[in-house]
């Protein structure tokens, strides 16, 4: 592997961390760690609807609800 790709890998990482973790490190200004919570909003909110996982519990309860009427 050549410098500029484990220099781009580490880039990566270290945006990863932020984004993921940023919140809690204490040492960074309140900006940073606003900024880490939004992105990581923004990365969320980028997750379609229909991908997002159904509460099959809910669906379960309704179902029994509707079974003991």
């Known amino acids: 592997m050549n410098p ?10 270290l945006v990863a961390i932020f984004i993921t973790s940023g919140d809690q490190y ?20 980028l997750w379609p609807d229909w991908l997002r996982p159904k509460d099959r ?3 379960r309860e309704r179902e ?3 079974l003991q009427q």
């Open 26 to 45: 204490e040492f960074l200004p309140p900006s940073a760690r606003e900024a880490s919570v939004k992105s990581r909003e923004f990365i969320v909110g």
């Open 4 to 13: 500029k790709k484990l220099l781009g890998i580490f880039f990566l990482l």
């Open 57 to 59: 519990d809910a669906e």
């Open 64 to 66: 029994l609800e509707q």
